[in-house]
């Protein structure tokens, strides 16, 4: 008994070591996303007032046609922020999907069913 005694006594300052550096490793491992979102953050302030002014436009104006969509959308990923987004770092499948719009399949079932 006389042994575990000792045994136990020697451990406590390793516990005490061990309980420190996991309170660290907390404490550090908390902070850390809170030091990452410190960035820049006018970068998308900037862009703001230009959305806005967009946004309002579109609202006083009748629904847009898909070719007028398509025409302002050249060259962007989508028309309210061109050229904003980094389109270089966005995931690309190489290989093209053989799969055709959903309207062009819709016709060619229509074929389909009226020709067979």
């Not at 006018?42 to 070719?67: A, C, F, H, R």
């Not at 025409?71 to 770092?89: C, F, H, M, T």
């Amino acid at each position: 008994m006389k042994h575990l005694a000792t045994l136990l006594s020697n451990i406590r300052p390793l516990r005490i070591l061990v309980s420190i550096f996991f309170a660290a490793v907390l404490i550090f491992s908390s902070s850390f996303p809170a030091v990452a979102a410190n960035s820049d953050v006018q970068k998308g302030v900037d862009n703001l007032p230009q959305i806005e002014d967009k946004s309002l436009e579109t609202l006083d104006k009748p629904p847009l046609t898909l070719e007028e969509v398509t025409e302002r959308s050249q060259g962007a990923l989508n028309e309210v922020q061109p050229n904003a987004a980094d389109s270089d770092k966005m995931y690309r499948n190489n290989e093209r999907s053989p799969k055709l719009p959903v309207i062009k399949q819709a016709e060619k079932a229509l074929d389909k069913l009226k020709n067979g």
